[in-house]
Each structure stands twice: as C-alpha cells, then as structure tokens.
C-alpha cells in the first residue's frame, strides 16, 4: 500500500479509472456495468453511514484541543458559511438575470427523455441513523465542554477518535477507483453524458464559466495575486476535485479535501480539520449558482417573469437555511430545495422535475465546484482566525 500514499499517486489513479471506465464502459457485459454499480451505491452506503462519525471525531478533536479558544471558531464559522452561501445565490440571481435577458437561457425549455435503466445488481439496505448535522453540533457541542472543563479526558478520547479516522480513510482511498467506476458506468450506460453535451450546452457553459471564473478569482485573491501560489492552492484540491466529479458526492471527496486543506493552510492541521468537516454538508457553491439559474430559466422559459429583487431575496434567505439539512450525496442537493422554489418562486410540479433532472445531469461539475469552494473557504477561514490569534 506504499505506493498509494505518495501524493501524486492519487489524482493519477482516480483519473485513470474514470478514464479507462468510460473507454471500456461500451464493451463491457450489463452484468458487469451492474455489479460494479452495485459495488458502487454499496461504498457509498457505507460511507454515508460512517460519515458523521468521521465528521464527529474530527469536530471533537479540534474543538477540545482548543479549549475555551472554541467559542470564537464556532462564532465564525456558521456566519462565514451562511454569507457565502447568501452572496452566491445572489451572484446566480445577477448572471441568470443577464443571461436571459441577453437571450443565451430561459428558451424552450424541454424535460430530458434520459432513461436510467441500468440497475444495481444487488442492493443492500443501509440506514443511517445519525445525519451530518446532528453530529456536527455534537461534534461542537461536546467538545466545546470536555474541552474547557476535562481537558485531560478529552486528550484520551481524542486517542481512539485520532485512530478511528486514520483507519477510516486508509480503508476508503483504495475503495475509490471502483466507487468512481460504478457511477461513471451508470452515466455513461444511461445516456447522461450525452444527454448533457447535445441538449442543455448553453446551460452548462453559463454555469461553468460564471463558477469556475468566480472561484478562481477567489483562489488568485487568496494567493495575493501570485501566479505560483495560485497553482499551488489548485494542484493541491485536484484529487478531491476528481474524487468528487467521479462520485458526485463532496462526502466522498472529504478526506482529500482535507489533506488539500492542510497543505493550503501551512500545514495547519487544527484549522484544516475544523473547516473541512463543517463545510463539507452545508457550504456548496455549486449548488449555490446552479439551482437558482436553471430555476430562473425554467421560470422564463414557462412564460413566467423574471422575479423581483424582493422576491428573490426572500427565496436566497429560505435557499440559505435549507443548505444546512442537505446531505452530500449525489441528487441530494436539489431535493431540499424543490419545496422552497415551490413556495418562493412558485414553480409548477413540472418546473420542479426539469430543474431535478438537470441537477442529476450536472451533479459531476456541480460536486466539483463544490469542492473547489469549500477549498477557497478553508483559507478564508484560516486567514480570519490567524487575524483574530494576533
């Protein structure tokens, strides 16, 4: 297992299954496509049952290892998350405004006809019975008092939780290649690729441009406008960002999101192992900047008008709450949103299954941009904190 912990093997081995997978992908045998499917959704069940205890171990960690110094990271982290996730819907309301005005979306605006026929070749019924949120605030909630008032007892846990999540991600990186395999054979078996290149390309464009402009402008402010720490900040997420455009999910993109947080932030592991973790469910600028531009556009392209700046605020400040009850699994972002488009911006039953469909078209991007984010927020966090330590 050497091998798989040097560094750069990661993005190789992660990139090469996606590509080598949808090489192969048409020869292969439905018995195949479906077995490494079923493997798949099983890697991912596992994870989504273990995830908040991870997310548990890491919160308790850092939070008792800081003691009373706990309060002030709590105090800035959930406002730093909520302003992000406020100023990028808005910036979606700015782009999709100027994009269907100029007539580039909001056209004719049609349901995909993908057919997601291939099915897992067997299933096994994994229930979660703990969510990220819960054991987010535990995680804080728990460590804030062991750590103030037993700060040797929370040194002893913090032992067995230390040896929990280092055994937890030595056992999840080598499962990685078949989770990205089995949902890139699904993608590819079902059509979505194709359905994305032909059908909804303007939409697509709109958002990868807007997105990935806005973060790297985030990540060229950070490095003070210097050319080479700027590469360093993106070479070191490019794992996780492949993790997570072949999972579709930014939970299975966590541990490498992490070991690029440290790397980022100095090797300060505190800081990396408190932002990760705590951004990884409910700060998500993709979803931020696609749900509400294909709402808008299927809005438009239904003949409804454009929403008011009052309206829209009232929609980004429901937008901004459902984000900490979404699970990052793939499709799960948009699935909490479909009630708040449905009471802000009164969209139609119909209007809800377009915007459904093209999220689960554009999850692999939308995961990605995530990621890369929540990359940009764990320096923002960093730098903030450092301020607050002088």
């Known amino acids: 297992m050497k091998w798989y912990n040097k560094s750069y093997s990661k993005p190789l081995i992660f990139f090469g299954a996606l590509v080598i ?6 020869f292969l045998p439905l018995y195949f496509k479906s077995l490494f499917y079923a493997c798949s959704l099983l890697i991912k069940d596992l994870l989504i049952f273990s995830l908040p205890f991870v997310i548990f171990c890491l919160i308790f960690g850092s939070i008792s290892a800081l003691g009373a110094k706990a309060i002030k990271y709590v105090a800035i982290i959930i406002p730093l998350i909520c302003l992000s996730n406020f100023i990028n819907t808005m910036l979606s309301y700015i782009v999709s405004g100027t994009a269907i005005k100029s007539g580039i979306l909001g056209e004719s605006m049609i349901a995909t006809s993908t057919s997601f026929d291939l099915t897992p070749l067997f299933t096994l019924n ?19 008092l062991i750590g103030i008032f037993k700060k040797d007892l929370a040194v002893s846990i913090c032992k067995y939780f230390d040896k929990f999540t280092k055994v937890f991600f030595k056992i999840l990186f080598p499962l990685m290649p078949i989770f990205i395999s089995g949902t890139a054979l699904k993608l590819q078996h079902d059509g979505i690729l194709v359905e994305i290149c032909q059908k909804y390309l303007s939409i697509l464009l709109v958002f990868v441009l807007s997105t990935v402009s806005w973060i790297l402008f985030q990540f060229f402010t950070l490095a003070k406008f210097n050319l080479s720490q700027f590469n360093y900040y993106i070479r070191n997420l490019i794992p996780a960002c492949i993790t997570a455009f072949g999972s579709m999910s930014s939970a299975a993109a966590l541990p490498l999101s992490i070991a690029a947080a440290e790397k980022n932030l100095s090797n300060n592991k505190s800081n990396a192992s408190i932002i990760a973790p705590s951004s990884v469910n409910i700060h998500l ?19 409804a008008q454009f929403p008011s700046v009052g309206t829209y605020l009232s929609f980004a400040f429901g937008f901004v709450l459902a984000k900490f009850s979404v699970a990052a699994v793939p499709g799960g972002g948009v699935l909490v949103m479909l009630p708040i488009m449905q009471d802000y ?34 320096i923002i966090f960093d730098n903030i904190t450092r301020r607050f330590n002088k």
């Open 126 to 144: 994994i229930h979660n019975t703990l969510s990220n949120n819960v054991a987010l605030i535990g995680g804080l909630l728990s460590g804030l």
């Open 285 to 303: 600028v993709g979803d931020c900047l696609f749900i509400p531009m294909v709402a808008l556009s299927v809005l438009t392209s239904f003949g």
């Open 345 to 378: 911006l009164h969209m139609s039953p119909e209007m809800l299954g377009i915007v459904t469909a093209l999220y689960i078209l554009f999850d692999p991007i939308i995961t990605t941009c995530n990621v890369l984010g929540n990359g940009s927020l764990a």
């Open 21 to 26: 997978t949808l090489i192969v992908g048409p």
